[in-house]
């Protein structure tokens, strides 16, 4: 049962526009949602997170949106660079924070120079 | 401040062995927590360690064993290896107060490739 879910395996933009990466979720018991960046042959580096109390988050070039009633967010990249080329995680905590996160498979994301 | 370090790299086991797989801690992290990510997919959780001890697992078989040392050094064991256990196992840590709670954010190593033949 996949919980939390990344639809498109890969997205290729141009630099300088907009990258909007999606995730879907099913449990509404998750109350802390991530995204992390991979590089090939290095672990993932945190970017950016959110509470369920709260429906955007932002930081820098890097905006998380959040809509509960959808269970859904994304994340958004304005303006993309060929340096944020990676692949991209999103991941989901419960109530409590027991330490478990749970990831989506990963959006490929090719930002074209 | 010394990030989460994994060692070995890159590890060729042969099914039916035994594989010892190890981690430094974030300085000032007293929580880690193990994952497995198979090619292709997100990172699965495996368990989490606080004080020495395991408060939190993911579906996976008892060979699926680890410990957390004192400094917060942990290791991650697994016995009978087996095929599907080729992966990139990646080690994450975070404060935590009690284990449970704290920051959500971890902080992951650069992972070991294990490979069984």
């Known amino acids: 049962d996949q919980q939390v879910k990344q639809n498109s395996p890969s997205l290729s933009v141009q630099e300088g526009r907009i990258s909007i990466l999606n995730c879907d979720y099913t449990?509404?018991?998750?109350?802390?949602f991530l995204w992390y960046k991979k590089y090939p042959a290095e672990g993932p580096t945190f970017l950016i997170s959110i509470s369920s109390i709260k429906d955007k988050n932002e930081d820098g070039r890097f905006t998380v949106f959040l809509n509960k009633s959808a269970k859904h967010l994304s994340l958004h990249i304005v303006p993309s660079q060929p340096g944020d080329s990676a692949v991209y995680f999103c991941a989901a905590s419960g109530r409590g924070n027991t330490g478990k996160l749970i990831f989506g498979q990963g959006t490929t994301l090719q930002v074209k120079p | 401040e010394t990030g989460v370090t994994q060692s070995p790299t890159h590890l060729i086991k042969t099914r039916g062995q035994q594989v010892t797989l190890r981690c430094s801690s974030q300085s000032g992290h007293n929580t880690v927590s193990w994952y497995q990510q198979a090619l292709g997919q997100g990172p699965q959780f495996i368990f989490q360690y606080y004080r020495e001890e395991e408060n939190g697992r993911g579906n996976f078989p008892p060979r699926f064993s680890g410990l957390q040392f004192p400094n917060y050094s942990s290791e991650l064991n697994v016995n009978a290896l087996e095929l599907d256990d080729s992966a990139l196992y990646l080690c994450?840590?975070?404060?935590?107060?009690?284990?449970?709670?704290?920051?959500?954010?971890?902080?992951f190593g650069p992972g070991t490739r294990l490979t069984v033949t």
């Open positions: 449990n509404s018991m998750f109350d802390y």
């Open positions: 994450a840590s975070r404060p935590g107060t009690s284990g449970i709670g704290g920051n959500h954010e971890q902080y």
